[in-house]
């Protein structure tokens, strides 16, 4: 049991990095800017490497969800509040289903 919560502790960690790694990129300004480009890679090494490490105890396709659940819900999240992307009701609703689909994803069980 230890093993699979830190397995879940380090997708939320991964997660976390792949919403930085998004938020590089977009200051990369397709890879102009030279420090959010190396961050980008940076971020994106940890990120893949922090997830394949949590592969080892949680199931492929539960763990993968809810790492691109993180990364897409915490990156819409960035955008809308420090980007200025729209924050439409339909946005958000749409965030709040996929965070109801991370949270049943685990919730179903998904470590070994």
Do not use: C, R
């Not at 492929?60 to 993180?70: M, N, P």
């Not at 992307?85 to 609703?93: V, W």
Request: glycine share 14%; hydrophobic share 60%.
């Amino acid at each position: 049991m230890e093993g699979a919560v830190m397995a879940w502790v380090v997708i939320v960690v991964a997660g976390l990095f792949e919403v930085a790694m998004a938020y590089s990129l977009k200051m990369s300004h397709g890879f102009s800017v030279p420090l959010p480009s190396v961050a980008f890679f940076v971020f994106a090494a940890l990120s893949f490497g922090l997830l394949a490490t949590a592969l080892k105890s949680l199931e492929v396709g539960t763990a993968y969800a809810v790492w691109t659940g993180i990364g897409a819900v915490g990156t819409a999240t960035l955008g809308m509040l420090v980007l200025g992307d729209d924050a439409s009701p339909l946005k958000i609703a749409s965030i709040a289903l996929i965070l109801a689909g991370v949270v049943g994803l685990n919730l179903a069980g998904g470590g070994h």
